[in-house]
């Protein structure tokens, strides 16, 4: 831990912090990913020994590349390529408004650096895709997992067993009810997006897995060859301290459970 020179932090999230530091056996910038270990009597928690060797595996210019990872104390640090900014600041900076051709880029970008995942039979957790094709500041994607799911009725619709036949058969099936949604059009939902993104989109934002597209599949969609084709020379360059001008907002713990709610309830 001594090579690395701690210059701020980046994130928090559930399992811990991400901290901004120079590894100066590198002279390079780095992300350390510092976890807390609560249980210390059992070993390192599988959870951390899975991530780790996954994240081992990968190797690829559009997934951020593990460069070291070892227990220090209590914690356990994993260490990361930094990056300056991400998809996600980028989409939530109301200065940047995305061109189509750059739209198609970036979601060429991920789509390849899901199907390389897959191809390693690893799954990511989140992906916000219809986040990237709606290049509104407004949409509200959610902040948990619970407003996420409210928001994917709101627009997919109450599942059924024709649209999502093992449904049924899921681990927390019923353990969480909404009330009934009807889908609605991705026209509708997206009213100024091309032909081809929307049958795109609708291909992707499927319940049925067996007829959702592949990531590979979906690099062979006439979107991606279609006008504005994507280009590498259309991406923009944010500023190196983007992230902290667009970082999210903190919440705040002794705020009233009506208002922090308000938007799930808005949704549902």
């Known amino acids: 831990m001594d090579k690395y020179i701690i210059n701020g932090q980046i994130g928090e999230g559930a399992q811990g912090i991400v901290l901004k530091a120079h590894d100066s056996s590198r002279d390079q910038e780095v992300a350390l990913k510092k976890i807390l270990i609560k249980k210390i009597e059992g070993g390192l928690p599988t959870s951390i020994i899975r991530e780790v060797k996954s994240l081992q595996q990968l190797k690829h210019p559009y997934v951020v590349e593990l460069l070291d990872a070892f227990p220090n104390g209590l ?18 900076d109301f200065e940047i408004s995305l061109t189509l051709a750059q739209i198609k880029t970036y979601m060429k970008m991920l ?11 690893i799954m990511h957790r989140q992906m916000y ?34 649209s999502w036949p093992e449904l049924t058969s899921l681990p927390d099936y019923n ?5 009934y949604h009807k889908s609605t059009s991705w026209e509708n939902i997206i009213q100024d997006a091309q032909p081809e993104a929307i049958d795109l989109i609708r291909q992707i934002l499927i319940y049925n897995s067996s007829k959702r597209l592949t990531a590979e599949q979906a690099l062979c969609h006439t979107y991606f060859y279609s006008k504005p084709y994507p280009s590498m020379k259309t991406l923009i360059k944010p500023p190196s301290d983007h992230r902290l001008r667009v970082k ?3 919440i ?9 709610f308000e938007n799930l309830l808005s949704i549902v």
């Open 248 to 250: 999210s907002k903190e």
């Open 175 to 179: 353990k969480i009810t909404f009330p």
């Open 252 to 260: 705040n713990p002794n705020v009233q459970p009506s208002t922090l």
């Open 75 to 92: 914690d356990f640090i994993m260490v990361f390529e930094y990056m300056p900014t991400g998809l996600w600041e980028v989409l939530r």
């Open 129 to 162: 895709v219809i986040r990237i094709f709606y290049n509104v500041k407004e949409f509200h994607i959610g902040e948990t997992d619970i407003e996420q799911l409210a928001i994917v009725l709101k627009y997919l619709g109450s599942p059924t067993s024709e």
């Open 111 to 121: 789509l390849e650096g899901i199907a390389y995942v897959h191809g390693k039979n």
